[in-house]
Every structure is written in structure tokens, then in C-alpha cells.
């Protein structure tokens, strides 16, 4: 499965779009993107996946670029509930490989 | 639905002594895992369970032994408990392993200290 890089931390305002990047640049082509977050040291919580088309949910949207090599997950309104760790993993859905974490994105969410 | 569960939520342990951390989920969920994850790191597969009867290992699986003898659960035991077991430790099931789909269902974790 290919590696991903995203960002040590980021702040943002709250009620703003909170937008976490991530690159992906070795996805092969069946590789989904998946995004999950951590809060507060709970177990982590699914956010959303997508393949190549943009994607969005009750949680947040995801924008792939056409070239598959990076993409962001958008929150669109981000409220103080939304600090957390966001994770960016791609993977072959139709293989047995597992999830590989990384560090993930160290979102700050601020009044 | 409870979800996932885990027992106990905080554990203590001497070095060497041995102890089986609990999961269940009533989900019906075939797929089944546990993670570790120290400070500030992402999540590390220990062993996974595709079904019943069923298990295999993951990224970092030695210290620990699973079984799977029913769908609803999947206990994880330190076999002799060292301090670089000490960590936080997260139980996870899911439908399936394959498909598109993929959505992991976690646990509150363990939070586990070995002196």
C-alpha cells in the first residue's frame, strides 16, 4: 500500500473550513483514501473515503485531485469539537493488506 | 447496539505476569483486530481475526496470543508482560476485510502499564 504525508499539526479558526492535506503520490489505481480522526486519545472514528471522485458525507468532504497523488479533507464548519489527530490512509480494498497508520495531522480547532 | 467494547479500561502489570485484555462487539461483524499505539505514533497491527476460528498476525505480534473461538469475541493475552508493552491498546471490527467499504468500528482501549 503507498505511503502517505501530511502535516505535524495545524490550527484553525473555529467556524472556518478546516483544510487537512495529505500526499499520496505513490496510489496505485486501486488504492482507496481513507480518512479517520482521533480525539482525545479515544479509539479513532471513520470519517470518509473516496477512489477519485470527490466525496462528501454528514462529516466532511473529500476533494481527490485528478492525478490521485494528493487529496483534502474539508470540514467545512469546524467547531471545538473537531480537535483531534485526522489520519490520511490509502489502501487496496480487495487485497489483505491492513490499515497502515501513520502519524497523522495534529488538528487545533481555536475560539 | 453497545459496539465495541473493552475490559478493563486502565490496567497495571509487574514484569512478567500475564493477563488477557477483553473485546466484544455485538455487531456481527466477521472482521475483527487489535492495535497498539504508543505516544504520539499512529497505530500498529498486533494480530487480526477474519472470522471464527480464524487469526493471523500483524505488524508488531510477538508477547501476545489471540484466539477467536466466537463471532462476538476476541480477547488478546500478554503471554509475560515487559515494559515495552506498555501502551494504549485498541480493539476493531469491521464487516469485512475486503471491499470498498472498509469502515473500522474501534474501542475505547486499554490503557495499559507494565513496571
Known amino acids: 500500500d503507498a505511503k502517505t504525508t501530511q502535516p505535524t499539526s495545524m490550527d484553525c479558526a473555529e467556524g472556518r473550513a478546516a483544510n487537512l492535506p495529505c500526499n499520496h503520490s505513490?496510489?496505485?489505481?486501486?488504492?482507496?483514501v481513507y480518512w479517520y480522526r482521533q480525539i482525545h486519545s479515544q479509539g479513532p472514528q471513520y470519517i470518509i473515503h473516496?477512489?477519485?471522485?470527490?466525496e462528501t458525507n454528514e462529516m466532511a468532504s473529500l476533494i481527490i485531485t485528478e492525478d490521485r497523488k494528493s487529496s483534502t479533507l474539508i470540514l467545512p464548519h469546524a467547531t471545538l469539537r473537531d480537535t483531534a489527530v485526522y489520519y490520511c490512509?490509502?489502501?487496496?480494498?480487495?487485497?489483505?493488506?491492513?490499515?497502515?497508520w501513520g502519524a497523522g495531522t495534529k488538528l487545533i480547532i481555536k475560539p | 447496539n453497545a459496539g465495541v467494547t473493552q475490559t478493563p479500561k486502565f490496567q497495571v502489570l509487574k514484569t512478567g505476569q500475564s493477563m488477557t485484555l477483553q473485546c466484544a462487539q455485538d455487531?456481527?461483524?466477521?472482521?475483527m483486530s487489535w492495535y497498539r499505539q504508543d505516544p504520539g505514533m499512529g497505530l500498529r497491527l498486533i494480530h487480526y481475526?477474519?472470522?471464527?476460528?480464524?487469526?493471523d498476525q500483524g505488524e508488531v505480534p510477538n508477547g501476545y496470543n489471540v484466539s477467536r473461538s466466537t463471532t462476538e469475541d476476541f480477547p488478546l493475552r500478554l503471554l509475560s508482560a515487559a515494559p515495552s508493552q506498555t501502551s494504549v491498546y485498541f480493539c476493531?471490527?469491521?464487516?469485512?476485510?475486503?471491499?470498498?467499504?472498509?469502515?473500522?468500528?474501534f474501542g475505547p482501549g486499554t490503557r495499559l502499564t507494565v513496571t
Open positions: 455487531m456481527n461483524h466477521e472482521y
Open positions: 481475526s477474519v472470522g471464527a476460528g480464524i487469526t
Open positions: 490512509i490509502v489502501r487496496d480494498p480487495y487485497s489483505n493488506y491492513q490499515l497502515i
Open positions: 505513490t496510489i496505485s489505481g486501486n488504492e482507496y
Open positions: 476493531a471490527s469491521s464487516y469485512s476485510l475486503r471491499g470498498s467499504t472498509y469502515e473500522q468500528y
Open positions: 473516496g477512489l477519485k471522485n470527490n
